[in-house]
């Protein structure tokens, strides 16, 4: 690999109205020279963001010029900004697809804000599911101590048993094998799937999820020499995975990677997206419409976010 490669990296600034555009400049004056760095999003936002930071040096940007300065506020829910922050994500995946940028960080955007825009969407891993047509995206969470995939994304709770279905938990689990494998540079993966219900449902004594669905994939995948242990109590599998026994822990729903994730190691926190002709990351954490326009942000979760990204380009550069 050529010492003077610099990675080329496109980062969204999300919501304007949110914690994007001021944890963007912390985040790029903490990682300045690391490598390129390109933000797509409008000027005069960016400019409102330095000015609450006192930030003066300039920044690479692209700007699409899509927020109206005279109505604007930050800490808003608006369907201007929901269209502003899906026009910057559809900008960067245009550019993606050219090959501009090597990968995408990308800033928390408002689920409320987007759908008020007339998106249909949940969240970012569902834009480039339906942008990328034929792309399996996965979405992996990871701090610096724990690495989760989820097998259910944004779904209410009582949906999650209706939404496990062998083939898809097949493919996301030999998806995740040959990504850890790729763009972590883990030759054999150590990997764990959580039980559904309480105790993994001792042996279909607390529900049979685990028995009719987990277990006959975990069973079909060892036979192609992809090895996952359990389904074991979200508890133990958690705790073993913290002491380095696993590579990876497979959560069956949201939560039960958020809240582990989030008490051990909450700003160092990053969104993976897996399955994509691209590394796509992002920071752990929502819009903070509550301290947006404030000199409060933390830009620890979306620094990390932007190392990650770059880390696993490079490793895919090595193959």
């Not at 995939?149 to 689990?173: G, N, Q």
């Not at 949201?254 to 920071?283: C, E, M, W």
Request: contains cysteine; hydrophobic residues 40%.
């Amino acid at each position: 690999m050529s010492r003077s490669y610099r990675t080329k990296v496109g980062i969204t600034i999300g919501d304007p109205s949110g914690i994007g555009p001021l944890i963007t400049i912390l985040a790029l004056k903490a990682l300045r020279g690391i490598a390129d760095l390109t933000i797509i999003g409008d000027a005069w936002v960016m400019k409102q963001a330095a000015k609450i930071l006192g930030f003066k040096s300039s920044l690479k940007l692209l700007d699409l010029n899509n927020v109206s300065q005279r109505r604007f506020s930050f800490g808003k829910i608006k369907a201007e900004y929901g269209r502003a922050s899906m026009e910057y994500l559809k900008k960067s995946t245009d550019l993606i697809k050219q090959g501009v940028f090597d990968c995408l960080v990308t800033c928390p955007i408002s689920k409320e804000s987007i759908n008020l825009a007339g998106f249909n969407i949940s969240g970012h891993t569902e834009f480039f599911a339906q942008t990328f047509k034929g792309s399996w995206p996965v979405m992996m969470l990871l701090n610096r101590k724990l690495r989760f995939v989820l097998l259910t994304r944004h779904i209410p709770l009582r949906e999650v048993s209706s939404k496990l279905d062998k083939k898809s938990i097949y493919a996301t689990i030999r998806l995740t094998y040959e990504s850890l494998r790729l763009i972590f540079n883990i030759n054999n993966p150590r990997m764990v799937a959580c039980g559904v219900n309480p105790h993994a449902s001792d042996n279909g004594l607390l529900g049979d999820e685990e028995n009719d669905i987990v277990k006959p994939v975990l069973k079909k995948l060892a036979a192609r020499g992809i090895f996952v242990d359990g389904p074991k109590p979200a508890e133990t599998a958690i705790s073993e995975a913290q002491k380095n026994k696993y590579d990876c822990v497979f959560a069956m729903y949201h939560d039960q990677a958020l809240i582990p994730l989030k008490l051990l190691g909450n700003r160092y926190g990053v969104n993976l997206t897996l399955g994509l002709p691209f590394i796509r990351t992002s920071p752990l954490h929502g819009t903070a419409f509550d301290i947006a326009g404030s000199n409060k942000a933390d830009p620890s979760s979306l620094v990390e976010a932007i190392k990650v990204a770059i880390r696993c380009r490079l490793n895919q550069r090595k193959d």
